[in-house]
């Protein structure tokens, strides 16, 4: 049995830029002017909860859930009023047929990203992406991004001789690789795809560049 899972910002939808700024947005709204470290490969985690967790402790702040909550809730309303005024999340290109390609075919699919799970459900169901009965895996689950790859192949159940995990970052690969699953890069920065081709879907999760 395949299974594919896939991260979701900058993988599937074109918002890594957009999340960072509104994270950042976030952030400095409930903790107000503080440092941020240069790039989110800096950080230990590249999760919502692990970046967070060490945003705090390099500003002398408290590691606390209540601070955690407000921030989310504080992202959620910001990404709320994005869509609200630009209108649904920009997919990559084909990423949403391919997505239910797979799902025709019988594949076994989650998605596993280090956003927040709230988040996640809100940019996936704003560009029209299957959620219902698709397992979903965040940092809700865990700050660590090779623990939610885990959690987001347990909740799909079953034994899997074929697991490919799709990512457009370095932590993506770096995760992969520890858990000895194929990786497909997405995205420019990685040289990895540009484009998902649905009919490759059943053919074994081929994409084009």
């Known amino acids: ?22 994270y950042d947005a976030a952030v400095r709204a409930v903790l107000g002017p503080v440092q941020m470290r240069r790039s989110w490969g800096d950080y230990t985690h590249v999760t919502d909860v692990g970046i967070l967790k060490e945003v705090l402790i390099d500003n002398g702040f408290r590691v606390s859930n209540s601070t955690i909550v407000d921030i989310r809730s504080a992202f959620l309303e910001l990404l709320s009023a994005h869509i609200d ?11 949403r047929q391919f997505v239910q390609a797979l799902q025709r075919c019988g594949t076994g699919i989650a ?5 927040w799970r709230a988040s996640a459900r809100m940019k996936l169901e704003s560009a029209g ?8 895996a965040t940092s809700d689950d865990s700050e660590v991004r090779v623990e939610i790859m885990r959690i987001a192949l ?7 001789s074929d697991i490919t ?10 995760a992969t690789r520890q858990l000895g699953w ?7 920065t990685l040289g990895g795809i540009t484009e998902y081709i649905a009919e490759a879907a059943p053919m074994g999760a081929e994409a084009k560049s």
């Open 1 to 22: 049995m395949k299974a594919v899972i896939f991260d979701i910002d900058g993988t599937l939808l074109h918002t890594s830029d957009i999340d960072g700024e509104l």
């Open 85 to 95: 005024r630009h209108g649904p999340i920009a997919e990559v290109r084909g990423a």
């Open 111 to 115: 998605y596993a990203t280090g956003g």
């Open 129 to 136: 992406f299957p959620v219902s009965g698709i397992p979903l």
């Open 154 to 160: 347990r909740r799909l159940g079953g034994n899997f």
């Open 165 to 174: 995990y799709y990512g457009d970052g370095d932590w993506d690969r770096a």
């Open 182 to 188: 194929k990786f497909e890069a997405v995205g420019k």
